[in-house]
T-cell receptor, first 116, second 114 residues
Framework: DAGVIQSPRHEVTEMGQEVTLRCKPISGHDYLFWYRQTMMRGLELLIYFNNNVPIDDSGMPEDRFSAKMPNASFSTLKIQPSEPRDSAVYFC??????????????FGQGTRLTVV | AQSVTQLDSQVPVFEEAPVELRCNYSSSVSVYLFWYVQYPNQGLQLLLK??????LVKGINGFEAEFNKSQTSFHLRKPSVHISDTAEYFC????????????FGKGTKLTVNP
């Protein structure tokens, strides 16, 4: 398997523009996570899905952020309108439930977003 | 509240020296524990995990970690580091009986000097 695939790897956009980040999870994984990484706040969980259904979106910073998972092989994270403080690396991760109930997350390479 | 603390934000060491990266967690329920490594401009890669059984866990690249329930710790160790171990290391926890999400520590940047 090619692993978790994210696109684009880098995105530079102007403040106010819409940004869409994309993720293809590992086939067979039934959990998908979106994380944001910044120097100040470290790794923050934004939202996660189970079987394409959003389970916990309490980490989504505000209404400008939205995420969808229309099918098991694709998810998007959208920011509209974007602001400079949204600049960060956004990671997508997928996982499956291990025996005993734990999950082990596999991460994509990330999308480095810069909003100017 | 459930949380993960990595006590050291930066750890500089010389090549071939031993290293220990510390991780403590706070939880009222049993946990699963993970260490991830992040090389520059890369995603996170799993180093090792503790789910149950032996408290000493061996991972990739010669790393190991020991789960200490009484001290709520899961410190990462390597007896002799290489320049190529320079990276950021993250401790993560998920909570039995709870949600499937991982809670990450702030990370420890390990710099191995020649």
């Amino acid at each position: 398997d090619a692993g978790v695939i994210q696109s684009p790897r880098h995105e530079v956009t102007e403040m106010g523009q819409e940004v869409t980040l994309r993720c293809k999870p590992i086939s067979g994984h039934d959990y998908l996570f979106w994380y944001r990484q910044t120097m100040m706040r470290g790794l923050e969980l934004l939202i996660y899905f189970n079987n394409n259904v959003p389970i916990d979106d309490s980490g989504m910073p505000e209404d400008r952020f939205s995420a969808k998972m229309p099918n098991a092989s694709f998810s998007t994270l959208k920011i509209q309108p974007s602001e400079p403080r949204d600049s960060a690396v956004y990671f997508c991760a997928s996982s499956f439930r291990l025996a005993g109930g734990s999950t082990e997350a596999f991460f994509g390479q990330g999308t480095r977003l810069t909003v100017v | 509240a459930q949380s993960v603390t990595q006590l050291d934000s930066q750890v500089p060491v010389f090549e071939e020296a031993p290293v220990e990266l510390r991780c403590n967690y706070s939880s009222s329920v049993s946990v699963y524990l993970f260490w991830y490594v992040q090389y520059p401009n890369q995603g996170l890669q799993l180093l090792l995990k503790y789910l149950s059984g032996s408290t000493l866990v061996k991972g990739i690249n010669g790393f190991e970690a020991e789960f200490n329930k009484s001290q709520t710790s899961f410190h990462l160790r390597k007896p002799s580091v290489h320049i190529s171990d320079t990276a950021e290391y993250f401790c993560a926890v998920s909570f039995q009986g709870g949600s499937e999400k991982l809670v990450f520590g702030k990370g420890t940047k390990l710099t191995v000097n020649p």
